[in-house]
C-alpha cells in the first residue's frame, strides 16, 4: 500500500510520533479515494466535510478548466472581474434574504474571523463600546487567534492561551436543558454584547453535537430583542448537511452575518465568503479612510475558485443534490438505527446527512487514544473515517450509494466488538 513514512511534510492535527505516516491518494472519483498502488479508500467523512457532490464533479471540473483559460489572480481592491461578481449576485438571491453583501476569503477560518472583524467595526463605527462576543460552550470555528478565542478552550489552542481573548459563553442547548441555554443568553446579552456566534443546529469538531431549530429560533429572537448581532457559522452546515441548503432554514432564522465555506465550491477549491445586512457595510461606508474595513487575504475572490462555486450552484440548481440529500438522510436514518439500542454505543444521532455515536470506552474526550485504534481498524478496511475521539460520525458525499454505506456501518460494528464495552 502507498503509505509515505519519509516526508518533510508537516500535517495539520498530528502527532507524528504516533502516526509518522500518510496514505499516498493518486487519483479520486465519486466517494473513492486511490492511492498509487490502487488501495481504494470510500471517503466517508467528504475529506474534512468539503466535498459534497462527490469528487471531481464534471461540471466543476469543466468550469475550473474553462477559467484557468481566462483568469489566474487577479488584486481584488479597486478591481474586479464576472465570476466574482455573478457569483455574489448569485448568493444574494440564495441565502436567507436581507444579506446583502458578500466579503470573499479563502476558508472556514478566515470567513468567521472577518464576521466577528464586521461586528466589532459595526459597533465602533456607530460610537459604541461593545468588545465581546458570546459563544457556545463546546463550539470550534477555525484555528485563527480570533476564531480560537471564540472556540471551546481545549488541547486545540490550550497552547496558545496568552493570545487568546475572553468571550462570554453560554452552556450547549441539551435535550432537556435548552431552556438554561436561552436564560444564559439573555443574562449575557443584558451586557450588552457584540454579537452571538453558532453553529446552526449542529457542532462539528465540538462533537457532532445536536440540538433543535427552536432553540437556535429562540437564540435569534433574544438577541434582536436586546440589539445584539446574530452570526451564523455554516462553514460545516451549509450546502445540503443538515438536510436543507442552510441550517438557519430549518429555523426560520436570517442572520444577521453568515458565514459559508467547504461545500460553496463543491469543496473543489478553498473560497468563502462573509455574507452581511445592508446596515453592517453602511456602517463602514464613510468619507473617512479610518472607518473601511480592513480585512483582506492575497487570494481574495479568486476567479478560478469563484468560476468552480458558479458551477456548484448551477448543479443544485438542476434539483439533483436536493433530491441526492433527501435520499441519503433516509438512507442515513436506516443505518444508524442499528444502534440505538446497542449499549456499546450512546447518544445515538442523526441530523441531516451527518450521524454520529460515541463508543463506550473508558478513554474519553480528543485525545483518546481510541480515535488512533479506530483510525487504523477503518483505514485497514478501505475506509476514510476520523473519529472524535470515541465519537464516530459519518459524513458522506451525496453520491454515496447504499452498498458502500452498508461497509461503513458494518466497519463501526467491527469495530465495536474490537474495542466496545456495554455502558
Keep these: 500500500m502507498s503509505f509515505v513514512t519519509e516526508s518533510p511534510i508537516w500535517r495539520p492535527f498530528t502527532q507524528h510520533a504516533l502516526q509518522p505516516g500518510a496514505f499516498k491518494i493518486a487519483r479520486a ?25 462527490g469528487h471531481r464533479h464534471p461540471a466543476i471540473m469543466q468550469a475550473i478548466r474553462e477559467e484557468t483559460e481566462r483568469l489566474d489572480q487577479i488584486i481584488f481592491a479597486g478591481f474586479t472581474h464576472e465570476p466574482a461578481e455573478a457569483l455574489a449576485r448569485r448568493l444574494v438571491a440564495l441565502t436567507p434574504p436581507g444579506l446583502d453583501y458578500v466579503f ?72 432537556g436543558r435548552e431552556q438554561e441555554t436561552l436564560d444564559a443568553l439573555e443574562r449575557a446579552c443584558r451586557d450588552r454584547p457584540a454579537a452571538l456566534l453558532v453553529e446552526p443546529l449542529i457542532l462539528g469538531a465540538g462533537g457532532m453535537l445536536i440540538y433543535g431549530a427552536d432553540t437556535l429560533a429562540e437564540m435569534k429572537r433574544i438577541c434582536a430583542r436586546y440589539d445584539v ?3 451564523a457559522d455554516e462553514v460545516m452546515t451549509g450546502f445540503g448537511r443538515t438536510g436543507t441548503l442552510f441550517a438557519c432554514e430549518q429555523a426560520g432564522v436570517v442572520p444577521d452575518i453568515a458565514c459559508y465555506a467547504k461545500g460553496l465550491t463543491g ?21 473617512e479612510r479610518a472607518r473601511a474595513f480592513f480585512h483582506s487575504s492575497s487570494y481574495t475572490a479568486n476567479p478560478i475558485a469563484c468560476a468552480a462555486a458558479l458551477a456548484n450552484l448551477d448543479v443544485w440548481a438542476t434539483g439533483e443534490p436536493a433530491a441526492r440529500v433527501a435520499a441519503l438522510c433516509d438512507m442515513q436514518a436506516t443505518r444508524i438505527a442499528r444502534f440505538a439500542d446497542d449499549a456499546r454505543f450512546s447518544n445515538v444521532r442523526r441530523l441531516g446527512i451527518v450521524t454520529a455515536l460515541d463508543l463506550n470506552v473508558a478513554d474519553r474526550g480528543y485525545l483518546a487514544t481510541i480515535a488512533l485504534d479506530l483510525m487504523r481498524v477503518f483505514n485497514a478496511r478501505g475506509l476514510l473515517l476520523r473519529p472524535l475521539g470515541p465519537t464516530i460520525y459519518v459524513f458522506p458525499p451525496y453520491c454515496i450509494e447504499a452498498a458502500e454505506l452498508d461497509l461503513v456501518y458494518d466497519a463501526i460494528g467491527e469495530a465495536a466488538d474490537c474495542f466496545g464495552r456495554s455502558a
Design 29 to 53: 472519483e465519486g466517494a473513492w479515494l486511490e492511492a498509487e498502488d490502487g488501495a481504494r479508500f470510500l471517503d466517508a467523512i467528504s475529506s474534512w466535510w468539503v466535498i459534497t457532490h
Design 104 to 175: 470573499y476569503s479563502d476558508s472556514g477560518s478566515t470567513c468567521v474571523e472577518v464576521a466577528i472583524k464586521m461586528a466589532l467595526g459595526f459597533w465602533r463605527n456607530r460610537g459604541e463600546a461593545r468588545t465581546r462576543i458570546v459563544a457556545l460552550e463546546y463550539g470550534y470555528h477555525g484555528d485563527t487567534i480570533g476564531t480560537m478565542s471564540v472556540g471551546a478552550r481545549s488541547p486545540f489552542n490550550a497552547p496558545y492561551e496568552p493570545l487568546l481573548y475572553e468571550v462570554s459563553r453560554i452552556p450547549f442547548p441539551s435535550r
Design 229 to 231: 448581532l446574530f452570526i
Design 267 to 287: 469543496g473543489a477549491l478553498p473560497l468563502a465568503v462573509t455574507m452581511c445586512k445592508r446596515e453592517i457595510f453602511e456602517a463602514h461606508l464613510s468619507p
